[in-house]
């Protein structure tokens, strides 16, 4: 998966009163990761009602961009500061595989849909989408060797995948998946 987006979630519990300060501090931070190549979003959910966890989001386009930024002394120094105003150390999280296809939920307090549900939305976009580009992309490609057909096709039913169908299906069965 070295060439598909990389999603990582960092979670941190800010010292009482640090908060408007640990704001600044991540939104200068995200200021400064805009400078990196393939450094593609940044979102931070300030914490839950009665907590002082915050919650970044971050998005690169690759494995090799998020490598670059976390071993970047960039980072580092953004994490010393962070250190002053925050408790422990972050928690990290790696998203991939149908993880990735499935938005991280906005709030702490909220957990990844079941799997199972995450497979049933998956099956509902995979089975029309097949369904659809073999009756009418497969005799398109009958000319092709049948491995060189198979990966045009499967490579077509990605791409659909992770940019036109799975985004519109997770928003209209967010209520179902949380």
């Keep these: 998966m070295s060439d598909s987006n990389v999603f990582r979630i960092v979670r941190r ?5 640090c908060g408007p300060a640990y704001e600044a501090l991540v939104a200068a931070m995200f200021e400064d990761a805009k400078q990196f190549p393939g450094y593609l979003s940044a979102a931070l959910i300030p914490p839950a009602a009665g ?11 690759s494995e090799a961009d998020f490598e670059r930024w976390n071993n970047s002394p960039q980072r580092l120094g953004w994490l010393a500061k962070l250190d002053a105003v925050a408790e422990g150390e972050p928690e990290y999280r ?8 499935f ?10 849909p079941a799997r199972w549900r995450m ?5 509902l976009g995979i089975f029309p989408t097949v369904a659809l ?7 398109q490609l009958q000319f092709l060797p049948p491995l060189l057909r ?11 995948m992770s940019y036109l169908i799975m985004p519109r299906l997770t ?3 967010r209520w179902w998946l949380r």
């Design 150 to 160: 198979t990966a045009v096709f499967t490579a077509v039913v990605a791409v659909a």
């Design 133 to 139: 580009l073999s009756a009418f992309l497969t005799p």
């Design 13 to 17: 519990t800010v010292k009482p009163g």
């Design 103 to 112: 938005p991280p939920p906005t709030t702490p307090a909220t957990k990844m």
């Design 51 to 61: 907590s002082d966890e915050y919650q970044i989001n971050q998005r690169f386009q």
């Design 94 to 101: 790696l998203l991939n595989g149908l993880e990735v296809w």
């Design 171 to 173: 928003r209209w069965l």
């Design 119 to 123: 497979t049933v939305v998956s099956w």
